[in-house]
């Protein structure tokens, strides 16, 4: 007679204070405490995000993004070891009352170009005159001239960037402006947004605890690692729709975890983050089930351009979708153009963003102004530029969203 063999399988349980960050793919726990059950999501798919769970306040996350996160941005060669003496400093300073866990490292490498030396000025430049980028590594890059040592047609006096773009290191990095001759621009190490730390500000804990205090103390450690320092601020980030989408997901686990602990001190209104969306919530809860996921909309049009704000790509959404700002679009065009060239993006007919594509480049520049929300059966458009070059062919343009299931 043959042996039965009845087994049970028990997945993760507990309360969701203590839920993993994240779950592995496809791996299932229950919130015992909340009634919630939960799986993994691959993170390879996943929005790197911060998100409220759908029973908490937003405005509470909110709240302390806004009053109680510092944001430290450091060059390339800040290190771990850099890192340890800065914590250890934090933690035997007198005024502000910091321990480990305030104190997150997210050591991804951010590559973006925050300011460009102007070494020779040169002549023949205007205000508005393309500044161009050239690198084996980095992206995304776009600024003009604003300032001239004299009047037009002089030499390059200051330079106003308006993206520093991703993955930019100084090493590899040399720049062109479009319209004069003679200039010499660069950028040095500390020039270039490496790494982040972000530092818990909690008055509650000690009445010196503020974003000012803290920002102060760290610009008086010592040189290993104000050597080091860019800049020190107020984390600056919006929650819309009960997500905030960030640079990565370990700048998601670290803002979740202090936006946590600030917020831990107030009983019964914990913002319960989890720090990506790898965690989907299936059951329970107001909008249980809902999980944000990415969402693109690809667009290819050929052919010269002649007419100024030709209509070249129309789309009718069919669900809500959110184009945030600051998420990386693409675009490329495979015939370069003479003169700058740019494209409207419009909701409904009114601008929300634009495509742009500097002298000889083939690499455009998305800018989405603020994050815009498409119902159901709104029109998504992109218009040509205002004056064709006649010469910028073969584009391809795929914008970067995020829809709600």
Not at 37 to 44: E, H, L, M, N
Not at 158 to 185: H, K, P, R, W
Not at 220 to 243: Q, W
């Amino acid at each position: 007679m043959a042996n039965i063999v009845i087994s049970r399988i028990q997945h993760r349980r507990g309360r969701r204070e203590n839920l993993p960050q994240p779950l592995l793919p496809a791996e299932v726990a229950l919130t015992s405490d909340t009634a919630q059950a939960w799986i993994g999501q691959d993170p390879t798919l996943a929005v790197a995000s911060v998100n409220v769970y759908s029973d908490k306040l937003e405005s509470t996350a909110q709240s302390i993004i806004d009053n109680n996160l510092v944001e430290s941005k450091f060059d390339a060669d800040f290190n771990a070891g850099t890192f340890a003496t800065m914590v250890l400093e934090l933690k035997g300073n007198a005024t502000v009352t910091l321990v480990d866990d305030d104190i997150l490292w997210d050591n991804t490498f951010r590559g973006v170009i925050l300011t460009i030396n102007v070494d020779v000025a040169g002549t023949g430049f205007n205000i508005g005159d393309s500044v161009i980028a050239t690198s084996a590594t980095g992206s995304g890059f776009v600024a003009t001239v604003d300032g001239l040592t004299g009047g037009a047609g002089t030499g390059i006096a200051s330079i106003d960037i308006t993206s520093g773009g991703i993955n930019y290191q100084y090493t590899n990095t040399t720049f062109t402006v479009a319209g004069g001759s003679g200039e010499t621009l660069s950028v040095a190490i500390d020039d270039i947004h490496g790494s982040t730390v972000h530092i818990a500000a909690d008055p509650n804990i000690d009445v010196d605890n503020t974003v000012a205090q803290i920002v102060t103390e760290v610009a008086g450690l010592s040189a290993p690692v104000t050597n080091r320092l860019i800049s020190s601020a107020a984390y600056v980030g919006t929650f819309t729709n009960n997500s905030m989408v960030v640079n990565n997901h370990t700048e998601a686990a670290n803002v979740a975890s202090l936006i946590n602990r600030v917020n831990s001190s107030t009983p019964g209104e914990i913002t319960g983050l989890t720090y990506t969306n790898l965690n989907i919530e299936i059951t329970g809860g107001t909008d249980a089930g809902a999980v944000i996921l990415p969402y693109e909309a690809g667009y290819y049009f050929e052919g010269l351009i002649m007419a100024g704000n030709a209509l070249k790509a129309l789309h009718v959404t069919t669900q809500a979708v959110t184009f945030a700002s600051g998420v990386a679009s693409e675009a490329y065009a495979n015939d370069v153009s003479i003169a700058e060239q740019i494209y409207d993006l419009q909701k409904n007919g009114v601008s929300f963003g634009s495509v742009t594509f500097a002298i000889g480049a083939n690499v455009g520049t998305v800018t989405i102004g603020a994050s815009t929300t498409f119902a159901k059966g709104d029109r998504l458009e992109i218009f040509g530029p205002a004056s064709p070059d006649g010469t910028l062919d073969q584009i391809s343009i795929t914008l970067t969203g995020t829809i709600t299931v």
